[in-house]
């Protein structure tokens, strides 16, 4: 990919900062961008590269908090190696996980990443092909400055910095490598799709299934990727015009959430508790939402 000090600025992105997880950053050196957006894209397809082995032989899987939410030696694995390329590159840099304890260095730098080893890890494990690699990482005043997703069995690679816009690198038909500026539906059209979950947790998946009806009041149809990173990218690149998630944690949303602003969507981050304290309880993930939309519908359609 080109460097990111090669993509031309952003417009501007409508968000909540309410609940946007970390203060808007001010002005950013555009070398330390290029060189933070190397670093995740190094790191991301580091982890991705992991993923790309795929071999159900090797998956000892196990289930985290409920039956439809599991953990694979896959998981494991990549995280460590999203890992390596970050303290290898960054080694004063903070990271924070899905699998892993938190890393904090002695003379910790003020940046943290956040990672997502494996985003859809039931889609992983039933070969189907939303599933990725998902990195970002933060400024000491919290707001987000880059983020990489890339899906190795889609070969997409979606990514974002603060200002930069959001961009999508894949290959054309003859197999050459590509990018494209991704802008998603930023106006309302016919046929809107609503992305959205039932979350894992029953008594929630009660509750949400009778609210889906009225949900829908502004959609066609709705989706599920099953992935909310890819969701999110969906929104940037304009396959989905709104998504909607109780249950994710920082590290769901981190990378995919930046990617939707800076590709112009309404971004709504759930409010969590820090990440350096380790993963929030599921009590408190389950009652928090992270939603991205064309900005016509913010507030339409969620709680």
Known sequence: MSPISDVPAAKGAATDNAASGGAVPGAVNAELLAELMAVAQRAAAAGAAVLAGRDPQAFDATAKTSDGDWVTAFDLASERAVREAISSARPDDTITGEELAPAVSACASGYRWSVDPLDGTMNFIRNIAYYCTSVAVAGPDGGWLAGVVVAPALGRTYYATRGGG????????????????????????????????????????????GELAGRMQDFNDFRRLGSAALELCAVAEGGLDAYFEYGLYEHDFAAGALIAEEAGAWVRRAELSSALNGLPTPAQALTNWTGASIPSLAGKYTP
């Open 166 to 209: 959001a961009w999508l690198a894949d290959r054309d038909v003859t197999g050459q490598p590509r990018k494209r500026r991704l802008d998603g539906p930023t106006t309302a059209r016919k046929g809107k799709l609503l992305a959205t979950s039932l979350t894992y947790d029953p008594q929630i998946q009660r509750r949400l299934g």
